[in-house]
């Protein structure tokens, strides 16, 4: 498939919501949302959405993440395939993730202390399902790496789960994602590995 890969901009929101509501979840998975949970606090999230209910929470959500993007506290890159986007990686800054959201144990298990420009995290994948297995997700992880090599950072950090079968809320990628783009073990705790990818060794997955 001839992917394009194209960082997330206020100019592309359109395209972003698009695949959220289009495309993203047709096979029924059980996980609905704008991948805006992993830019608010614990307390920002119980304060919005012990407050609404229902179809509700999916506008209030929609409009988090319209902030979010204007903001540009929601980076990350969209997966086109003829125009139409077809998958996404949610990627940024260590610092720019909270400490107390929805994954912050997780993104404390990184190998690097919070400073801003040193390391950059993969925190979310979402494919359409009829694209997935078909190199996109390698290719969304390959551009991440591309681009934090050449803004300056030191290392991609992500964190899969050790999985012995499916598990529908996993959206953190399989180990062999990062194994592909030449990420390695770092650690593990309570079934969550740190993958890392020292960038001045460049292992990119030849696309």
């Given amino acids: 498939m001839n992917i394009t ?3 997330l901009t206020p100019e592309l929101s359109g395209d972003y919501f698009d695949f959220f509501e289009n495309r993203a979840f047709t096979d029924d998975s059980p996980y609905r949302c704008y991948c805006q949970p992993y830019q608010m606090t614990k307390e920002q999230a119980e304060t ?20 979010q993007i204007d903001s540009g506290a929601l980076q ?56 997935r297995m078909k190199g996109v997700a390698t290719a969304l992880l390959a551009r991440v790496c591309e681009d934090a090599k050449t803004e300056g950072y030191i290392a ?17 990628g399989p180990i062999r994602l990062y194994q592909k783009v030449g990420f390695v073990k770092m650690a593990e705790q309570d079934n969550v590995l740190v993958m890392r990818n020292d960038l001045q060794e460049c292992k990119f997955y030849d696309r």
């Fill in 76 to 131: 990350g890159y969209l997966a086109f395939l003829d125009g139409i986007s077809i998958g996404w990686c949610n990627a940024n800054d260590k610092v720019n993730y909270p400490i107390e959201s929805c994954n912050g144990a997780r993104f404390q298990m990184s190998t690097e202390k919070r400073e801003k420009g040193r390391v950059k995290i993969v925190a979310c994948f979402e494919i359409a399902p009829e694209y």
């Fill in 156 to 172: 991609v950090e992500g964190f899969p789960f050790v999985l012995t079968e499916r598990y529908e809320w996993d959206n953190c």
């Fill in 48 to 67: 919005v959405y012990d407050n609404v209910d229902g179809p509700d929470i999916g506008r209030v959500a929609r409009k988090i993440a319209e902030r």
């Fill in 5 to 7: 890969i194209r960082p």
